[in-house]
């Protein structure tokens, strides 16, 4: 599977091509700004936050490494999987 060459210098975001504009941003803003929100929260309930894990992390393989080590030990310390 090829997916052609990685551009060393990708093209900046502009207005034109992020998914909301700026206006629609600050037409939200200016909504928020000015109107109520609690109502419509009334039925909702507070949900403690779990940890979050990146899955994606890019890393040289000699720091991938060390960092799986320093999970080894850390797991072997504390006595929780790895």
Same mark, same amino acid.
């Given at each position: 599977?090829?997916?052609?060459?990685?551009?060393?210098?990708?093209?900046?975001?502009?207005?034109?091509?992020?998914?909301?504009?700026?206006?629609?941003?600050? *037409? =939200? #803003?200016?909504?928020? $700004?000015?109107?109520?929100?609690?109502?419509?929260?009334?039925?909702?309930?507070? /949900?403690?936050?779990?940890?979050?894990?990146?899955?994606?992390?890019?890393?040289?393989? *000699? =720091? #991938?490494?060390?960092? $799986?080590?320093?999970?080894?030990?850390?797991?072997?310390?504390?006595?929780?999987? /790895?």
């Amino acid at each position: 599977m090829s997916f052609g060459p990685i551009s060393e210098n990708p093209p900046k975001a502009t207005a034109e091509t992020l998914p909301d504009p700026a206006g629609e941003q600050d *037409d =939200l #803003a200016s909504h928020y $700004d000015t109107h109520d929100t609690s109502t419509d929260m009334e039925h909702g309930h507070r /949900v403690d936050a779990q940890p979050m894990q990146t899955t994606s992390l890019r890393l040289p393989t *000699d =720091l #991938a490494q060390i960092n $799986d080590r320093l999970a080894r030990i850390e797991a072997a310390i504390t006595q929780r999987p /790895v």
